[in-house]
């Protein structure tokens, strides 16, 4: 195992060594060099593009009160509730949690 391990590293030396011993540098022929282009200077502003603002409709809504239900129970209308524990089996073991309901009546 040992053996395939140095060959490897030897095998990765040589290839990352081989090509950079090789490669040269190619120039272009005189005639066929190209002016470098001016560099431009970039700033904070510049480099922000300007977005134009999005406008969002907002339509009205009818008044919808939060509890169910979604009705107008009256003037003089009470909220009852009844409150209890129930078991709730779990994957971590059952728990005891809390429940309640609730509704309108006359009062």
Request: net charge positive.
């Amino acid at each position: 195992m040992k053996w395939i391990v140095t060959v490897a590293t030897w095998a990765a030396f040589t290839g990352l060594l081989l090509p950079a011993a090789v490669a040269q540098a190619q120039t272009a022929a005189p005639e066929l060099r190209i002016a470098p282009a001016p560099k431009a200077t970039v700033t904070d502003v510049s480099a922000q593009r300007r977005r134009p603002l999005r406008r969002v409709p907002i339509y009205s809504q009818e008044w919808a009160p939060s509890v169910y239900p979604r009705y107008n129970p009256g003037p003089n209308a009470v909220r009852d509730c009844t409150a209890h524990y129930v078991q709730e089996y779990r994957p971590s073991g059952t728990v005891i949690t809390p429940r309640m309901n609730c509704w309108w009546r006359p009062g």
